[in-house]
């Protein structure tokens, strides 16, 4: 309804009024339905002149971290420093697994007990196996990093966007000692690949898995295994 239109009808009923001798206080206080239709009126009268102000609009909420359907990066970036702090609280399962690939025949073991020292970003990975050897890779964690996401499709209809399948990969230089130095030959280079599920903001609590590879010339191992709880 117009603006004008309203206006011609509030005239109308303010003369109709007058024409039979009354005022408008009693009228209101004599016929309570008319003043109610009166009131009905002036809401309108705001309604429609707010509209004519501020027209309605939808506004979509904004979700930074929230993952979209369909969704696939890869895509390398710098590590800062909140991301290095995230790194600090990852803590290692103490089981590591070796990959086995069909026919490999090696000294190396398939189980080994797991533990970690950092230093800032120097990290070593000391491998102990069912017969007691040690054996340790020791890298840095470099400054730049890939990092992987992708919507598998297998998360719940609704919500706020669909739980990826995350990696967070690191590679670079490494050096190692003990039983990995009888299998490598020449200058060895790894890379560590955390793997979890989330959204697009990183959080210590989505990685929950981890592989590291190693490689020199044409030698190549895989172990893979398990992250704790992060520290707090």
């Known amino acids: 309804m117009k603006l004008n239109e309203m206006n011609q009808r509030v005239s109308a009923t303010r003369e109709e009024i007058e024409s039979r ?26 309604w429609s002149a707010s509209a004519r102000i501020s027209p309605t609009a939808t506004v ?23 991301q290095r702090a995230l790194l600090d609280r990852l803590r290692f399962s ?8 069909p026919g490999e025949d090696n000294d190396l073991s398939e189980d080994y007990s797991l533990s970690h020292v950092r230093a800032g970003r120097s990290w070593q990975l000391k491998f ?6 040690t054996g340790t890779i020791s890298f840095m964690i470099p400054v730049t990093a ?23 990969r690191f590679s670079g230089a490494a050096r190692v000692a003990g039983i990995f130095r009888s299998v490598m030959s020449g200058p060895v280079q790894f890379r560590l690949i955390l793997q979890g599920r989330g959204n ?18 044409h030698s190549s191992h ?10 707090t």
């Open 21 to 46: 001798g009354e005022t408008l206080p009693g009228f209101w206080l004599s016929t309570a339905g008319t003043g109610a239709l009166f009131l009905v009126i002036c809401v309108l009268l705001i």
């Open 60 to 82: 979509t909420p904004l979700c930074a971290c929230c993952a979209d359907e369909g969704e696939w990066y890869e895509r390398t970036e710098r590590v800062q420093t909140e």
């Open 94 to 101: 103490p089981k590591a697994k070796k990959y086995m690939s």
């Open 128 to 133: 102990r196996d069912d017969q007691g050897r």
């Open 146 to 168: 890939v990092t992987f996401g992708a919507d598998l499709h297998d998360s719940p209809a609704g919500g706020v966007g669909p739980s990826l399948y995350k990696e967070w």
């Open 200 to 217: 697009h903001c990183e959080n210590a609590e989505d990685y929950r898995h981890w592989t590291l590879q190693i490689s020199s010339g």
């Open 222 to 231: 895989t172990f893979y295994g398990s992250l704790n709880d992060p520290a």
